[in-house]
């Protein structure tokens, strides 16, 4: 069985800094590996994903990510945030193996990112 | 999210009640599933749908049934409100892995119910 673990519940930062969202999986195969956010009152929109190849992921506005086998992570990272970046972020893994359900995605906890001024 | 409409946005009903949450989807996908979002427990699949009259239960089913006799439609029945079912419903949708592998879900924009 696969499990997700966001160690911190809520990270704030001023607007301007660098940002680490920390995200440590588990699980007895291959997985895929995706970070969301949701904005206020509002569904969870894909951020990024890591399917296969270079370990360093870029999505949207500006966010990258890190998968790093070894240490059975994936951190997600912004050099500079911004006002709007204020959200909860998800992260979200699923097996490699495709069962009858499909790809089942198990979710983290979820992290709270508060840009300060 | 485009291709994708729950129904309704808000709803609050009685203990002991029948609730039936609607998912809608326009983009022709095979699975689709159903989640619930709740402080401190990020999300937790309910049940879960691989094709028109194929459902299965996720991991915090008890107190739910689902029902899909469409391709775009898959519903989400509490069948006796309970208080501890106050929560934000999302309903998620994908296609069948291609060649690339899986991409991910594309999300609803959820129901928040409130059982009192």
């Known amino acids: 069985a696969q499990s997700v673990t966001q160690l911190d519940s809520q990270v704030p930062v001023f607007e301007e800094a660098p940002v680490e969202l920390r995200c440590n999986y588990s699980?007895?195969?291959?997985?895929?590996l995706f970070w969301y956010v949701q904005y206020p009152n509002q569904g969870l929109q894909l951020l990024l994903k890591?399917?296969?190849?270079?370990?360093l992921v870029k999505g949207i506005n500006g966010f990258e990510a890190e998968f790093n086998k070894s240490q059975t992570s994936f951190h997600l990272r912004k050099p500079s945030v911004h006002i709007s970046d204020t959200a909860e972020y998800f992260c979200?893994?699923?097996?490699?193996?495709?069962?009858?359900?499909?790809?089942?995605?198990?979710f983290g906890t979820g992290t709270q990112l508060k840009v300060e001024l | 999210d485009a291709g994708i409409t729950q129904s309704p946005r808000h709803k609050v009903t009685e203990t002991g009640t029948p609730v039936t949450l609607r998912c809608h989807q326009t983009?022709?996908?095979?699975?689709m599933y159903w989640y619930r979002q709740d402080p401190g427990h990020g999300l937790r699949l309910i049940h879960y749908?691989?094709?028109?009259?194929?459902?299965d239960k996720g991991e915090v089913s008890d107190g739910y049934s689902v029902s899909r006799s469409k391709t775009e439609d898959f519903l989400l029945t509490l069948e006796s409100a309970t208080s501890s079912q106050t929560s934000v419903y999302f309903c998620?949708?994908?296609?069948?892995?291609?060649?690339?592998?899986?991409?991910?879900?594309?999300f609803g924009s959820g129901t928040r119910l409130t059982v009192v």
């Open positions: 998620a949708i994908s296609p069948s892995s291609g060649t690339g592998g899986f991409y991910g879900y594309t």
């Open positions: 979200a893994v699923s097996d490699f193996e495709l069962t009858g359900g499909g790809n089942k995605l198990t």
């Open positions: 699980s007895s195969v291959s997985v895929y």
């Open positions: 890591y399917l296969s190849g270079s370990t």
């Open positions: 983009e022709n996908h095979r699975y």
């Open positions: 749908s691989y094709g028109v009259k194929d459902t």
